[in-house]
């Protein structure tokens, strides 16, 4: 069973500061020793940037929330932790590849191959106050399409170096093997790259690839191209398996092998010593700010979620779990000092960390080159 826990690096929300007792904005702080946190517990990878409440009410000049950039919080995470994975969520609608590329290489050099890109798109609805362009897809098909090419391309441009590419020999002067570095040449609907990237192939081969979940038709059948991790939310056991096994059946209709895929259910843990005093944990939030109904939740004890995991993973529905503890830092700390040693006890996690990087976290092959002999 994978472990995942999403950091809530896409809003710092006042009623959660209201519960926790924090006397205010605290910056990068809470994210670094959530991190830590998380590592000490084993987990395979933190996510930042995804939102794990509803999105911030905008009313009369007042924004009640604050969003704090995923990518320079991984970039500070990579000098605070030393095993655990960490994924960074880049909306692709205003993106360009080489840009992707790029900096998700760099980061995988400076993390040692930990990193994972979440891709998605925040829709033209929502970026139209923030980013006012006219050349913004029309349509979720348009939108789907581009974010198919981007992610295309920003593998192609990780694959333009081989793994013997970087070559750095003093004694012939030679910086790089032109035998194993290649342009790509990409001429599409969306984008136009030659290529090479000027970063050398990322530690992993290819950062590990995320994608929420989306509707069966052309979005899901153009990211189950490159999906590696799907962040889904279904509602029922029946729901997932069914889910779990289309997405893993595209992946295989593009030439995939469809256990290259991990299927991994978001669920926000409310925990606490007894069914009871989680209850009124919950209602307090509740009275806080509106529920996120999208995403699904266990209100109740450390052995409670343990067993909901546990019932979950042996009916096949899913790969692992992405939790999102309801409040920083109380309810990461009960999973990782109560909920990760009952489900050790059952032999669905591992005792540590035996592997460097986040694919092998995760059982997911090295990436190669598609460039390589």
């Known amino acids: 069973m994978h472990l995942l826990a999403s950091l809530a690096a896409h809003g710092w929300h ?26 000490r517990g084993g987990l395979d990878a933190v996510l930042l940037g995804l939102p794990v409440a509803p999105l911030a009410v905008r009313a009369a000049g007042r924004l009640d929330g604050l969003y704090l950039d995923p990518l320079p919080l991984l970039g500070l995470l ?17 993106a360009e590849p080489f840009h992707v590329a790029r900096v998700f290489a760099t980061l995988d050099h400076l993390a040692g191959g930990r990193t994972g890109w979440i891709a998605g798109l925040e829709g033209r609805t929502e ?12 349509d979720d098909k348009e939108a789907a399409l ?51 990237l000027n970063v050398p192939r990322p530690v992993q081969g290819q950062p590990v690839i995320l994608h929420r979940d989306v509707p069966a038709g052309d979005a899901r059948q153009g990211a189950a191209a ?3 991790i799907v962040l889904a939310q279904p509602a029922t056991i029946a729901d997932a398996k069914q889910a779990r096994a289309d997405w893993r059946a595209r992946a295989a209709r593009h030439g995939r092998d469809a256990d290259g895929l991990r299927y991994v259910v978001r669920t926000m843990a409310i925990l606490a010593e007894t069914e009871a005093a989680a209850a009124r944990r919950a ?62 006890q059952r032999g669905l996690v591992r005792a540590g960390y035996d592997s460097t990087t ?16």
């Open 14 to 39: 006042p009623a959660a500061w209201r519960v926790s007792g924090k006397p205010g904005f605290e910056g990068a702080a809470p994210f670094r020793a959530a991190a830590q946190t998380a590592e």
């Open 78 to 94: 990579i000098g605070a932790t030393r095993h655990i994975g960490l994924c960074g969520y880049w909306p692709a609608d205003v």
């Open 127 to 138: 970026l139209a106050a923030r980013v006012p362009r006219p050349d913004l897809p029309i």
């Open 146 to 196: 581009r974010l198919a090419e981007l992610i295309d391309v920003a593998r192609q441009l990780w694959d333009s170096w081989e793994d013997r590419g970087f070559v750095v020999d003093q004694s012939t002067g030679t910086f790089a093997d032109p035998e194993r570095v290649h342009p790509i040449d990409h001429a599409g609907r969306f984008f136009t790259v030659r290529g090479p």
């Open 226 to 228: 490159s999906a590696e």
């Open 283 to 344: 209602a307090e939030l509740d009275a806080l700010m509106v529920p996120d109904d999208g995403v699904t939740r266990l209100v109740g004890t450390p052995g409670q979620f343990a067993a909901h995991l546990a019932e979950w993973h042996a009916a096949g529905a899913c790969d692992g779990f992405d939790i999102l503890p309801a409040v920083l830092p109380l309810d990461l700390d009960l999973l990782v000092d109560a909920v990760v040693p009952l489900l050790r």
């Open 358 to 373: 986040l694919r092998s976290h995760l059982g997911l092959q090295r990436a190669t080159s598609r460039f390589a002999a």
